[in-house]
């Protein structure tokens, strides 16, 4: 099982900027790929952006141009880098390790974005 631990959410106004980190720790093989999901109040979770192990990213339409995932293989971390950030951005933040057995979520962390 993959342990991880999401930091760097907090309160930010409309048009500023937030990054958030994500450590793994446990059965770092096993992972193929990482992610980070958010849930807003009364909508589904949904993909916020993702990266594989080979550096390959992918992201939802809503964040392209705004958001950039990156990772550090040494510190077992990925970010996500949030900027222009929007009150719709407001939501709790979950990052996500895909493995050879299934998926591990952390805990969340709450972005709340005013205006």
């Known amino acids: 099982q993959v342990r991880l631990v999401e930091s760097g959410g907090g309160l930010v106004q409309a048009g500023g900027s937030l990054r958030l980190s994500c450590a793994a720790s446990?059965?770092?093989?096993?992972?193929?790929?990482m992610g980070w999901y958010r849930q807003a109040p009364g909508k589904q979770r949904e993909l916020v952006a993702t990266i594989t192990k080979g550096g390959s990213t992918n992201y939802a339409d809503s964040v392209k141009g705004r958001f950039t995932i990156s990772g550090d293989n040494a510190k077992n971390t990925v970010y996500l880098q949030m900027n222009s950030l929007q009150t719709d951005d407001t939501a709790v933040y979950y990052c996500?390790?895909?493995?050879?057995?299934?998926?591990?979520w952390g805990q969340g962390t709450q972005v709340t974005v005013f205006s």
């Open positions: 446990g059965s770092i093989f096993a992972i193929t790929s």
């Open positions: 996500n390790a895909r493995t050879i057995r299934g998926y591990d």
